[in-house]
T-cell receptor, first 115, second 114 residues
Framework: EADIYQTPRYLVIGTGKKITLECSQTMGHDKMYWYQQDPGMELHLIHY???????EKGDLSSESTVSRIRTEHFPLTLESARPSHTSQYLCASSESRQGGYQPQHFGDGTRLSIL | QKEVEQNSGPLSVPEGAIASLNCTYS??????FFWYRQYSGKSPELIMSIYSNGDKEDGRFTAQLNKASQYVSLLIRDSQPSDSATYLCAVNHDSGGSNYKLTFGKGTLLTVNP
């Protein structure tokens, strides 16, 4: 089982603030992902990384940015938060292994509310 | 556009019954298939992985894969109220080892009634 940690779990903050959502994993997984999910709705991939210094935008356009300077750390940043950014943000990781694609394991998520 | 389709439900079954959850996918070269369980307000939790045609059993859960029909299912035997959750089907389409993304279905809401 992957150990993947997200902080904060909950964040309520005003419009215009800069926000960084943290995601760390201790399993040495090379692949990491960020998803956005509104209550009762489907998961949307917004960013992913296949290794250090590798980041790509996902299927859903997002105003957020990500970085991958260390294998274990994949933070997501919103430069100027808006109410439309209110959502749950989920981080996931997976490893490369012979024998087929390895599943993604999720952190507990950050529930973000922008006032 | 690669698609993963699930019946959104809700699927309601009595306690002790078998719950059957279904998923179809559009890309014939898909190789890897997963079922996740997501409780309300929580993150998805992996419950089954399946890579080959046929059945795979793990406790009360059985995943069934039919690549010719592009169909994967999850059976939950002896359903319990604690199984009430949304079940997400996820598919990796890559056959060449370069695409590590998953395509998720919208999920099926399962309710197990005591």
């Amino acid at each position: 089982e992957a150990d993947i940690y997200q902080t904060p779990r909950y964040l309520v903050i005003g419009t215009g603030k800069k926000i960084t959502l943290e995601c760390s994993q201790t399993m040495g997984h090379d692949k990491m992902y960020w998803y956005q999910q509104d209550p009762g709705m489907e998961l949307h991939l917004i960013h992913y990384s296949y290794g250090v210094n590798s980041t790509e935008k996902g299927d859903l356009s997002s105003e957020s940015t990500v970085s991958r300077i260390r294998t274990e750390h994949f933070p997501l940043t919103l430069e100027s938060a808006r109410p439309s950014h209110t959502s749950q943000y989920l981080c996931a990781s997976s490893e490369s292994r012979q024998g087929g694609y390895q599943p993604q394991h999720f952190g507990d998520g950050t529930r973000l509310s922008i006032l | 556009q690669k698609e993963v389709e699930q019946n959104s439900g809700p699927l309601s079954v009595p306690e002790g019954a078998i719950a059957s959850l279904n998923c179809t996918y559009s890309d014939r070269v898909s190789q890897s298939f997963f079922w996740y369980r997501q409780y309300s307000g929580k993150s998805p939790e992996l419950i089954m992985s399946i890579y080959s045609n046929g059945d795979k059993e793990d406790g009360r859960f059985t995943a069934q894969l039919n690549k010719a029909s592009q169909y994967v299912s999850l059976l939950i035997r002896d359903s319990q109220p604690s199984d009430s959750a949304t079940y997400l089907c996820a598919v990796n389409h890559d056959s060449g080892g370069s695409n590590y993304k998953l395509t998720f279905g919208k999920g099926t809401l399962l309710t197990v009634n005591p």
